[in-house]
């Protein structure tokens, strides 16, 4: 299972880091992504890192605003979000998938175990 943190409210510009614990399966022989929904919208790919740690991916939204990197010696994957605009505030949601696909398409469905999600709220 995955277990989502770090969710809180901030002014724009602001930073927050998000965190994501795994257990329960072989967390580095799975990519893990971090996904983000806002009320009335599909939820979309944020950011995600294949096994390794060595394949990254961002969406061209937070490109340049948002780090992700991953620990497989603790299971942990971390979102450091920083320059927060208004239109970032979501619910969060980290992901997990035996394979790169999730990471190469984005695709929410392509996800096998999901963490119960940690809202962001940014204020302007």
């Known amino acids: 299972q995955l277990q989502a943190s770090g969710g809180g409210s901030v002014q724009t510009g602001g930073s927050l880091r998000l965190s994501c614990a795994a257990s329960g399966f072989t967390f580095d022989d799975h990519a893990i992504g971090w996904f983000r929904q806002a009320p009335g919208k599909e939820r979309e790919g944020v950011s995600c890192?294949?096994?390794?740690?060595?394949?990254?991916y961002y969406a061209e939204s937070v490109k340049g605003r948002f780090t992700i990197s991953r620990d497989n010696a603790k299971n942990t994957v971390d979102l450091r979000m920083s320059s927060l605009k208004p239109e970032d505030t979501a619910v969060y949601f980290c992901?997990?998938?035996?394979?790169?696909?999730?990471?190469?398409?984005?695709?929410?469905?392509?996800?096998?175990?999901w963490g119960q999600g940690t809202l962001v709220t940014v204020s302007s």
């Open positions: 992901a997990a998938d035996p394979g790169f696909t999730m990471c190469l398409t984005g695709r929410p469905s392509v996800a096998t175990y």
């Open positions: 890192a294949s096994s390794s740690g060595d394949d990254i």
